[in-house]
């Protein structure tokens, strides 16, 4: 694995935008990572996509800071979450702050509260989506990974970084999504995972048509969509 530092540096399209968002927080004083889907695709060298920025600290009040550098006057937050979105150009920003989640048994929608890095971490759908990036001075290019997601991308494996029954029962639509990621990249679903969406299934009742069809349509876009309906 190349360095990572070297990874985001070579990433010619966003790599000054990640810059300018580390350097936005070295003048805040907070620690600013890149997450997700974004750290996922940069391992798998694979078309990188919108952008998850992950903040410790007042992410909306970041969002809005990074815009101004940006010459973005909209800034759209979402203040129940503490995240807000950055249009930018044909690319979108989304910025978190760093979180913990409960959930109630009819809703998939969390009730959230500060967190640090690692928390946060722990409490996304998979451990492939579970990794950050720092963007700071101090922090550039520095993996942190405490979910073993690395580990899983190598083995072509998806696995929940907390119990799987937990992890689809909050969120009903990760079931949907795993599907959908074992479909996209070729993938194992680790079996305590397989066997846990099976338990869960009648939880779907709670995602509304439209989440559901998306993923059904992501899932028709794959090179193989056969692979995610023999899964379904």
């Not at 998979?126 to 190598?154: E, S, V, W, Y």
Request: with cysteine.
């Amino acid at each position: 694995m190349a360095n990572i530092a070297s990874l985001i540096q070579d990433d010619e399209l966003r790599y000054p935008l990640l810059k300018l968002a580390g350097e936005t927080g070295d003048k805040a004083d907070v620690d600013v990572y890149v997450v997700g889907g974004y750290v996922r695709d940069l391992m798998m060298n694979r078309e990188l996509s919108d952008m998850d920025i992950m903040v410790v600290g007042d992410g909306i009040q970041f969002a809005r800071r990074l815009a101004k550098r940006l010459g973005v006057k909209k800034v759209v937050p979402f203040e129940e979450f503490g995240t807000a979105m950055i249009p930018c150009d044909d690319l979108e920003i989304e910025v978190a702050t760093a979180r913990a989640e409960t959930y109630q048994q009819d809703s998939r929608k969390p009730q959230v509260s500060a967190s640090g890095l690692e928390e946060d971490l722990m409490r996304r759908d998979f451990t492939i989506n579970a990794m950050a990036i720092g963007l700071g001075k101090a922090k550039l290019g520095d993996l942190h990974d405490p979910c073993g997601g690395l580990r899983d991308l190598q083995n072509q494996i998806l696995r929940t970084p907390l119990d799987p029954d937990t992890t689809f029962s909050d969120d009903p639509l990760r079931m949907m999504r795993a599907i959908r990621f074992a479909t996209q990249l070729d993938f194992q679903i680790a079996l305590p995972s397989l066997q846990a969406i099976t338990e869960n299934k009648d939880r779907l009742k709670i995602v509304s048509n439209e989440r559901i069809l998306d993923e059904l349509n992501k899932i028709m876009l794959c090179k193989k969509p056969s692979v995610g309906f023999s899964l379904l």
